[in-house]
């Protein structure tokens, strides 16, 4: 989005994460914001802090996430707590904030949440509390386009299949295999597709968008 011209809310549980874009970038391009997504009042803080650096909110991506790999049974309670209070939870946060500014501005706005096609009835064997947290995000999204389309708030969902990152390769959900091994997306393709949907023009509208690899078969 900073390529793009955008200026840019980026929110992070550490403020060191953030440094380095903050550096490159400059606080009148970027602002930083650290918090817990599971609490509501991050949400409200990243909102508030693009008004009061920029003066308004377009648009917001519900970007965290969390995700163990095993069986049912495999998670402890709180990893249990954690994938529905992170993924699920502050997607709702974070959407919620959003709509209060977006209808204060009178003008519509954008929100993005990144998916999973875990989340479509397709996911592995592996991951099925995981699966069912992406499958709310989903189906939140599509609940929200009904529900704020006819105010000018687009609601998209991004599902993307496996891509290089280092939640992708943890807890061996890829056998002996390292993601950046194999042909699977790159974070800077997910990031494309966010930037495509928020530059569409206004008259149209982007409800699913599933992303896969050319070598991943479902």
């Known amino acids: 989005m ?10 992070d ?13 400059g606080e009148d ?5 650290v918090g817990d997504v599971r609490q509501e009042s991050t ?3 990243l909102v508030a802090a693009g008004v009061s650096a920029f003066g308004r909110v377009d648009s917001v991506v519900a970007n965290a996430a969390v995700g163990f790999y095993g069986g049912v049974l495999d998670y402890s309670a709180d990893e249990v707590a954690l994938m529905v209070d992170v993924n699920v939870k502050g997607t709702v946060w974070l959407a919620r904030a959003a709509v209060r500014q977006f209808r204060a501005q009178g003008d519509g706005g954008d929100i993005v949440i990144i998916g999973s096609v875990a ?8 991951e ?14 599509y609940a929200l386009d009904r529900e704020l389309r006819p105010e000018l708030i687009r609601t998209t969902t991004i599902a993307p299949a496996g891509v290089n990152t280092p939640f992708a390769a943890a807890d061996g959900r890829f056998g002996d295999r390292d993601p950046s091994e194999g042909d699977f997306m790159e974070p800077t393709d997910i990031a494309r597709a966010v930037v495509y949907t928020l530059g569409q023009p206004r008259r149209m509208r982007t409800e699913l968008w599933t992303m896969w690899s050319m ?4």
């Open 2 to 11: 900073l390529d793009a011209g955008g200026r840019v809310v980026a929110g």
């Open 13 to 25: 549980l550490r403020a060191e994460a953030l440094a380095a874009l903050r550096d490159a970038w």
């Open 29 to 33: 391009r970027l602002v930083s914001a």
């Open 43 to 45: 949400a409200d803080a």
């Open 119 to 126: 989340g479509l009835l397709i996911g592995g064997g592996k």
């Open 128 to 141: 099925a509390v995981y699966a069912a947290t992406k499958a709310a995000q989903i189906n939140l999204g």
């Open 215 to 218: 070598s991943e078969v479902h």
